[in-house]
Every structure is written in structure tokens, then in C-alpha cells.
T-cell receptor
Framework: DVKVTQSSRYLVKRTGEKVFLECVQD?????MFWYRQDPGLGLRLIYF???????EKGDIPEGYSVSREKKERFSLILESASTNQTSMYLC??????????????FGSGTRLTVV | KNEVEQSPQNLTAQEGEFITINCSYS?????LHWLQQHPGGGIVSLFM???GKKKHGRLIATINIQEKHSSLHITASHPRDSAVYIC???????????FGTGTRLQVTL
């Protein structure tokens, strides 16, 4: 089974801190994604990557950056954490087929609280 | 208006009931996912479909591309089916999904 592992389950950070959220997948998937999930808004795509060192902005990239130096690892960076970035963050990975993503797998999420 | 609308938002059923969750979308799509999220956050992809119907155990998913509508059915529902069910569609750009806000299902004994 594909495993997508997020480094922390719960995280509390102070306003202004630089925050790193790490995600590792073990099945050689090309695509990796970072989402945030908020009540009433559903899942929203922050950034995704379809190859090493490649990244694409999603729907809400402001205040975030990403890094993909190795195929298996995709990091989300909050340059200067703010309270409106308090959320559940979910990482996912997939293989792309012309019909869609196969093996779409989510990590268990990181609940980030910024105080 | 969201591009992906789900109904109902909340659903309570008794064990054994047949359940239907609906997903309507307003844009052209190439495929659609049904996802399941249990309390605690973990999300599992149940189906990806671009036409017709797929079945996995007690779960059945259908899609009508012309009518821009998909349904997820659960037969003989069980309390372990209690979860949030999320519809997500591919709107053109490879691998980018647009999500509905989910249907919260509670199955009681």
C-alpha cells in the first residue's frame, strides 16, 4: 500500500514563526499536493508538484511556498505564520493517467494552530 | 456559487438503509473522485470514474457527464459507514481537483 506520511499530527506555532510541514510518500508517485481544509470551505489546493523541483500554484498559494528536492518528499513552508493559517493541512500523492489520478492517497493530516 | 455542489449536507440514517449522496457540478470535467473522510482526518479515495458506474462492495458510484451529476450509493448501511463523503472533479488542468464541501453521514443502530 502507498503510504503518505506527514511529519506532525498536531502543531502549535506562534505568529511570525517560519513553519515547515513535511510530507513523504513511498510509492514513487510523480504528483504531490498540499491542501488545507477548513469548515464550510472544503479542501483547497495550495500547491502541487508533478516532478522534482517543479511546482505549480494552486488556488490559495499566498503566504505559502513549497520545496521538492527529492521525488518522495514535498515540503510546505509558511514563511511567517499568521492566525488565518490555522487549519488542517493535508498532503496527497498520485500517478497521473489521461483519465485522471490513480492511486490518489492522502496523508493523515497536520492540524496547525497559530497563536 | 461553488463549482461542485453536494446534497444533502448532513444525513442521518438507520442501519440497513439505502443511502444516496448527490454531486452536481457546473463545469466540464474529465473525471470525478468520491472520497471518504473519517473523524480524525484521514481521507481515502473510494472511486475515480469518468463514465457509467463502478461498484465496490456495498458502494456504488454513478456519473452522468451530460447532466453534470454523480451519485454515491451505499447499500445496507452500517455505523462504520459514518463519515464525511466528498466529491471532487477534474476541471481540465491535469491533476487539479475541485472539491465539494462534503456530506456528513451518520448511521445509527
Amino acid at each position: 500500500d502507498v503510504k503518505v506520511t506527514q511529519s506532525s499530527r498536531y502543531l502549535v506555532k506562534r505568529t511570525g514563526e517560519k513553519v515547515f510541514l513535511e510530507c513523504v510518500q513511498d510509492m514513487d508517485h510523480e504528483n504531490m499536493f498540499w491542501y488545507r481544509q477548513d469548515p464550510g470551505l472544503g479542501l483547497r489546493l495550495i500547491y502541487f508538484s508533478y516532478d522534482v523541483k517543479m511546482k505549480e500554484k494552486g488556488d490559495i498559494p499566498e503566504g505559502y511556498s513549497v520545496s521538492r528536492e527529492k521525488k518522495e518528499r514535498f515540503s510546505l513552508i509558511l514563511e511567517s505564520a499568521s492566525t488565518n493559517q490555522t487549519s488542517m493541512y493535508l498532503c496527497a500523492s498520485s500517478l497521473w493517467d489521461r483519465e485522471g489520478d490513480y492511486g490518489y492517497t492522502f496523508g493523515s493530516g497536520t492540524r496547525l494552530t497559530v497563536v | 456559487k461553488n463549482e461542485v455542489e453536494q446534497s444533502p449536507q448532513n444525513l442521518t440514517a438507520q442501519e440497513g438503509e439505502f443511502i444516496t449522496i448527490n454531486c452536481s457540478y457546473s463545469v466540464g470535467i474529465s473525471a470525478l473522485h468520491w472520497l471518504q473522510q473519517h473523524p480524525g482526518g484521514g481521507i481515502v479515495s473510494l472511486f475515480m470514474l469518468s463514465s457509467g458506474k463502478k461498484k465496490h462492495g456495498r458502494l456504488i458510484a454513478t456519473i452522468n457527464i451530460q447532466e453534470k451529476h454523480s451519485s454515491l450509493h451505499i447499500t445496507a448501511s452500517h455505523p462504520r459507514d459514518s463519515a464525511v463523503y466528498i466529491c471532487a472533479v477534474y476541471t481540465g488542468t491535469a491533476s487539479k481537483l475541485t472539491f465539494g464541501t462534503g456530506t456528513r453521514l451518520q448511521v445509527t443502530l
